[in-house]
């Protein structure tokens, strides 16, 4: 009955890999979010998704690239990953518009780049 | 640019005692606000949202707000050694229905 999921948990890889983390939600939320949380613990939203539409696109490498085939999954994908990209990814979901809407937090992926 | 600003900490709280954590924020027609906690090595949970000027009781927890000085606090009453965490402030804009700005969080220390 997990609210947010993600895949996979950890991932450790080498510099310049190619690499996937999925997200899915069982909410019926219509908005996703993907956040980067470094050593130092800043919560730095990257993207969102609002029925499947990139509504938030922050400042990001262009190596980062979000998915959202539906509503309920986001999925991020990484080209030629870098020692930078280390780092928690937490996907999240909300309700709706509003900002009367909380977000709600995936258990992360901790990336960690060698 | 709109800032959420929080004292790092630590925080050091006996325990039973009131911990008082706080938060102030730069985009006046701010209009929700939410308290998450975040234990070491797991994703920050929503303990408390508020939205209008005064005080919002949950259990132990009281988050208290005043748009006018544009500040955010949370109070946690009878802390416990369980609520050592980092507490984050979020705030959405008025112009940013979907974002939340985040503070870089408060890392709350309950000594037994």
């Known amino acids: 009955d997990t609210a947010v999921s993600q895949t996979p948990k950890y991932l450790v890889t080498q510099m310049g890999n190619d690499k996937s983390i999925k997200c899915e939600q069982n909410?019926?939320?219509?908005?996703m979010y993907w956040y980067k949380q470094d050593s130092k613990k800043f919560l730095k939203i990257m993207f969102s998704?609002?029925?499947?539409?990139?509504?938030i696109n922050e400042t990001v490498p262009n190596r980062f690239s979000p998915k959202s085939p539906d509503k309920a999954h986001l999925n991020l994908h990484i080209n030629s990953l870098e020692l930078g990209d280390s780092a928690v990814y937490f996907c999240?979901?909300?309700?709706?518009?509003?900002?009367?809407?909380?977000?709600?937090f995936g258990p992360g992926t901790r990336l960690t780049v060698l | 640019q709109k800032e959420v600003e929080q004292n790092s900490g630590p925080l050091s709280v006996p325990e039973g005692a009131i911990a008082s954590l706080n938060c102030t924020y730069s985009?006046?027609?701010?209009?929700?606000f939410f308290w998450y906690r975040q234990y070491s090595g797991k994703s920050p949970e929503l303990i408390m949202s508020?939205?209008s000027n005064g005080d919002k009781e949950d259990g132990r927890f009281t988050a208290q707000l005043n748009k006018a000085s544009q500040y955010v606090s949370l109070l946690i009453r009878d802390s416990q050694p369980s609520d050592s965490a980092t507490y984050l402030c979020?705030?959405?804009?008025?112009?940013?229905?979907?974002?939340?700005?985040w503070g870089a969080g408060t890392k709350l220390i309950i000594k037994p």
């Open positions: 909410l019926g939320h219509d908005t």
């Open positions: 999240a979901s909300t309700a709706g518009t509003g900002g009367y809407n909380e977000q709600f």
């Open positions: 985009d006046r027609v701010s209009q929700s």
């Open positions: 979020a705030v959405n804009g008025a112009d940013s229905n979907y974002q939340l700005i």
């Open positions: 508020i939205y």
């Open positions: 998704y609002n029925n499947k539409e990139l509504i």
